[in-house]
């Protein structure tokens, strides 16, 4: 989830100075609005160190009125915290109706330094982060405002700012031990905070991820975010006094982080011949991979998603001659029918999983919840908001289970797609693959972009990240395909499922 | 929160004969109106061995259309089941929309036995209560009505219908050795069914304890309660599609369980010297035991909630001198001031929780939620019924940290409360302690009453369950609480704390 906030996201200095006084100006317009409404805010600020977490609370002291807002440090646990429940610390500092806390270091910050340093098991870790999110959802529910920041830098701009501030006789006392400790355990880091973020990213209080690299558009974002779930806190007060419709604003788009499929490289090809020779080794392998996950009861789900006309259906007709046909089913997910309709979204999914040792490829699954019905409005906004966290918690169930799951998109250019459409049109056996839908859906390319990238965003987890396959050139799609899949096969015959054995 | 449906709750022959022919016509009515509205219902049945469950769900096919319902019994799990994660056999069973799925052993079921015969360890078992949690969330956002049931009945009972079953050759077969190994493990089973009671008895999929001792009782009071949630669900589904106010109707008095408190006996007396020879010894006792919790650094969090003039400040008066002044506070719980209306309910008592070894006594607390503001309406009811589970929330965090939690209700009769009303009138000394709100609240005593079984029955959890405590005679209560108090402290000072030690 963290990769997708790694493109290098960017403001330019006149946007950043053309938008600030309008920026400013609303943000504290809608301070007071919620402090007229009395309602309470908590904004908690997390994320790795490094990312300018401490500048960020020192711009939103300046934009905004501090003498409505607490700041609030957690570090060390005092002797008074200690001999008390872990929670009371929060407690004592909770914001009260029309006032703002900041927390900076919370209920997250113990237990994932408590996993990443072994003095915690998997199962405390997620006991204490589901107790987080039922007193999250609890808070909101009492009419609490919460809106969660998680700050992300890459591991090599985390070390040069470390460098930087080093060799600078002014800051370097702000580079501590405990940060370079923490940079030797980046990638633990970033592992346990995404299964922190993904048991606890509800609808009630989602996580706002941003991309911390260039500092005008991390404080941007920051303010954008947070002015607009303020004046969606607002607009949903209004509604349970009476008014209407609940307008929720978009944030603006200066916020809008760098499109990660704008971060593609389209380029990498592979030729016929090259491709034929890796393609049958690869074939091989797999089949002999599958035989021997059937041998050890390991089950496969293969999610296939992408631009129409991007290769699914090819990649899936490269992948299934290397499996016996006894090993796997092709699920193709269309409009649901009258009866799936009449069930909960991910009904349908469910009965086609496969048993142990078995494969199950989706030709376009349950992400539909959050592409098309999202895209087209089959479904409303807060039904596929709550589809991330409903999502993440279904292939958590595989994964337990002991499942390799593998999501792909399939990535094309706008141009190539066209090029495809047309020749489909041309030729006669190809035409019956292109349909009014197809052309409808093309112009609304953007309106997909954005949702493919939320989509990635929240639905990345540590235990099944998205793979984005460059597809323009097919050869290439295919190969890079089956090479993830062999791989994923090969590490759990090697490691079994860590998750199972708990 | 099972010694509540213990109080043999029952209904006349007359009564059931009556209300019988109404009660069906208006279940098929309201079954036919949810079809046609679309809403799926699920009715998850649960309890003990013996309580007959197997012919409440005979009932339930005999009243209501049994075309629209789908009785699925989950027994031993088959091997297809088996090869794939564990909800797969529940989600193949799920009740499309406008149906009615009833499941017999459901996901409880595995847990609540892995955790009783020791197959999984306690983090395990909450984990998986945690994702049912989660899960039955899930399907009531997505549209679904879900009523779980839980048939109680107490030890003894479930020995003599076993042995009844067994003396009669027609139906020595339906009892087997399961049952009886079930039996021997009869209290461990409670405990761990309060567990998962607890941890999954939320706001959106509630359960429904049913004292099943008599079976008149049970089938009728399981179907007013299943047509009470229908018809609610219908309200709910209205106001989705736009009409205004959500009438939540109650529950048919028939169906009320005999209450709680008109089961305790009043007439335990002490005598003068009896109680000042007790007392004293008790004092001594507690004085030590204090300090020896002191310098253990257990603490302790005492509540006294009861009528008006029961007594409450009379026990305190008694218990404090036992105790050294620098180990307690008593916090008297009044209306909430300005500054504790602008936070969450339960934030005011966060602040005064004990340091370790040290004692907070109650006097009033976060119960008023569902007492006081329950009765008289200052609370919503979407709101009181929320906190039930987030009072269980809050204590286990105290028990987590290793605080003893006592609870005590003090109960005396309306009589004696008239009595010590008329005397507080009298006496000068005692005249202030009189107000006309005491007047009012005592009009009030049958809507208190449901509150005060209410409260017993969903907050009596494994770790901290309601002492009611018989105090027309003062003595007597006296003695009593101290005793309890006494005993919880040897208890942990010899035990430890089981959840704090995992």
């Given at each position: 989830m963290f990769q997708v906030f790694e493109s290098g996201s960017k403001i330019s200095r006149e946007d950043y100075k053309k938008r600030l006084p309008e920026l400013r100006a609303e943000l504290l317009k809608t301070q007071f609005a919620l402090q007229e409404q009395g309602i309470p805010l908590l904004i908690i600020i997390a994320g790795v160190e490094g990312a300018g977490k401490g500048e960020v609370i020192n711009r939103l002291n300046s934009w905004m009125d501090t003498r409505y807002i607490e700041t609030n440090v957690f570090r060390k646990v005092t002797d008074e915290e200690a001999s008390r429940p872990f929670h009371w610390r929060f407690w004592r500092k909770m914001p009260k109706a029309g006032e703002i806390g900041v927390f900076f270091g919370s209920w997250y910050t113990k237990s994932i330094k408590n996993l990443v340093f072994g003095k915690e098991s998997t199962a405390q870790f997620d006991a204490h982060m589901n107790q987080v999110k039922s007193m999250e959802?609890?808070?909101?529910?009492?009419?609490?405002?919460?809106?969660?920041?998680?700050?992300?830098?890459?591991?090599?701009?985390?070390?040069?700012?470390?460098?930087?501030?080093?060799?600078?006789k002014r800051t370097e006392w702000r580079v501590t031990d405990y940060d370079w400790r923490y940079h030797e355990h980046y990638q633990q880091f970033i592992k346990v905070s995404q299964r922190a973020i993904r048991l606890t990213n509800t609808a009630?209080?989602?996580?706002?991820?941003?991309?911390?690299?260039?500092?005008?558009?991390?404080?941007?974002?920051?303010?954008?975010i947070l002015l607009q779930q303020m004046k969606a806190a607002l607009n949903k007060n209004g509604i349970k006094n009476g008014t209407p419709a609940p307008v929720i604003p978009d944030v603006h788009d200066i916020?809008?982080?760098?499109?990660?499929?704008?971060?593609?490289?389209?380029?990498?090809?592979?030729?016929?011949?090259?491709?034929?020779?890796?393609?049958?080794?690869?074939?091989?392998e797999i089949e002999f991979l599958a035989w021997q996950c059937y041998q050890k009861n390991i089950s496969s789900v293969i999610v296939f998603e992408g631009w129409d006309a991007a290769g699914k259906g090819g990649v899936i007709r490269r992948l299934v001659p290397a499996l016996d046909a006894k090993l796997y089913r092709v699920i193709q997910t269309?409009?649901?029918?009258?009866?799936?309709?009449?069930?909960?979204?991910?009904?349908?999914?469910?009965?086609?999983?496969?048993?142990?040792?078995?494969?199950?490829?989706?030709?376009?699954s349950w992400y539909g919840r959050v592409l098309v019905e999202r895209v087209e409005g089959f479904a409303k906004e807060e039904e596929w908001n709550r589809a991330f966290h409903e999502i993440n918690e279904f292939e958590y169930q595989l994964i337990e289970h002991g499942t390799i799951v593998n999501k792909f998109w399939l990535h094309i250019s706008s141009e190539e797609q066209l090029r495809r459409f047309e020749e489909r049109q041309k030729v006669g056996y190809k035409k019956h693959k292109i349909t009014d839908d197809d052309w409808r859906n093309r112009d609304k390319r953007e309106a997909y972009k954005t949702a493919v990238h939320d989509m990635v965003a929240k639905t990345s987890t540590e235990y099944s990240p998205w793979h984005i396959i460059p597809a323009n050139n097919k050869n290439y799609a295919r190969i890079?395909?089956?090479?993830?899949?062999?791989?994923?096969?090969?590490?759990?015959?090697e490691e079994g499922n860590p998750d199972k054995s708990t």
């Open positions: 959802q609890m808070l909101v529910a009492g009419g609490m405002l919460i809106v969660k920041f998680w700050l992300h830098v890459p591991e090599k701009k985390q070390k040069k700012r470390f460098k930087k501030l080093e060799k600078d009630d209080a989602p996580w706002n991820i941003i991309d911390a690299s260039q500092k005008r558009y991390r404080d941007i974002a920051f303010m954008e916020a809008k982080p760098k499109n990660i499929l704008d971060d593609i490289d389209l380029s990498p090809k592979l030729f016929k011949d090259e491709y034929k020779e890796i393609y049958d080794e690869l074939a091989l269309a409009a649901p029918s009258k009866i799936e309709k009449s069930h909960h979204y991910l009904w349908r999914f469910w009965q086609d999983l496969p048993e142990d040792g078995k494969i199950t490829i989706y030709d376009r890079t395909v089956l090479e993830i899949i062999r791989n994923s096969m090969i590490e759990a015959l």
